[in-house]
């Protein structure tokens, strides 16, 4: 048993906060097994805390975010989904059966530097389902140019057309963006600078946007490019970005009056 799972196991389902404290321990048991940064531990408390002001659900702007998103990438001809600790220690199973369904490769790429961290998430993934698994080769890697993060050394990153950074930090974003590539953002802050940067940013729980995504992947599919085009060409990021912040207003002034 590994101590992500051994974590796991000591919240009651019965407990009334049961999903978050799940997806909490699964965090702890990522750090101890390397997975996870340290730093990872309280970005997702900063993450719960956003995650609370939305309701913990995924919203209706979301949503409309998450349909652009899912036909960027289906259009797209050299799409890249970026993997980090957190992402793998909370969801390795859906993010795996995503990359298959839409048959996107997945890149590790950490911030945090550590021995081991990459060859720890790669046996996540492996686990998981992955059978390729990109960002692990230095000999296949080069190194984005003034970018002085790790995030710099990438392997089919640099020259992906599109690409799909959960939990990210803004550095990344902002150079993707200058090297004029397509970004797709899922970040519960919707006024972190990857939310504000990104073409296409999902405000939610990445552990409820995956599913979502799986979901409307089998649906999309159906429409063909001109369709998917439209989609993506009407979907406005910063006019959903405003109604994010309007859906939490109207939420917190509802729970206000709840009080
Ligand atoms: O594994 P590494 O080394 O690549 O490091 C990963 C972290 C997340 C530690 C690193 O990218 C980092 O420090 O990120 P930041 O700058 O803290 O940004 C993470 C963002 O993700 C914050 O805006 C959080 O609100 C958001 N976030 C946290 N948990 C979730 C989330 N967004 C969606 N779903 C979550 N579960």
């Not at 961290?117 to 984005?144: C, F, Q, S, Y």
């Not at 550095?171 to 600078?193: C, G, Q």
Request: proline residues 3%; glycine residues 6%; charged residues 30%.
């Amino acid at each position: 048993m590994t101590s992500n799972e051994n974590q796991d196991h000591s919240v009651p389902k019965t407990h009334p906060r049961y999903e978050s404290l799940k997806y909490r321990h699964k965090i702890i048991g990522g750090m101890k097994n390397l997975v996870v940064a340290e730093a990872g531990l309280i970005a997702h408390g900063r993450g719960e805390c956003f995650d609370y002001i939305l309701g913990e659900k995924t919203t209706d702007s979301a949503k409309k975010a998450i349909e652009a998103a899912v036909a960027a990438l289906l259009i797209a001809e050299k799409p890249v989904i970026s993997v980090n600790g957190n992402v793998a220690a909370l969801i390795p199973e859906e993010l795996v059966k995503l990359s298959k369904i839409l048959k996107i490769p997945l890149e590790i790429n950490l911030f945090y530097q550590k021995e081991g961290r990459i060859e720890a998430i790669k046996n996540v993934l492996h686990k998981a389902g992955a059978t390729k698994i990109h960002g692990v080769d230095t000999k296949k890697m080069i190194e984005l140019e003034g970018l002085e993060s790790n995030r710099r050394k990438v392997e089919l990153i640099a020259n992906a057309d599109l690409v799909m950074v959960p939990l990210e930090d803004g550095d990344r974003t902002e150079k993707l963006k200058k090297l004029n590539k397509k970004v797709i953002a899922v970040d519960l802050n919707p006024l972190s600078r990857t939310a504000l940067w990104a073409d296409i940013t999902i405000v939610d729980n990445i552990v409820r946007t995956i599913p979502e995504m799986i979901k409307i992947t089998k649906e999309l599919k159906k429409l063909n490019g001109t369709q998917l085009f439209k989609i993506v060409q009407n979907f406005n990021n910063k006019v959903n970005i405003q109604n994010t912040l309007e859906l939490i207003i109207q939420y917190l002034e509802k729970q206000k009056k709840g009080i």
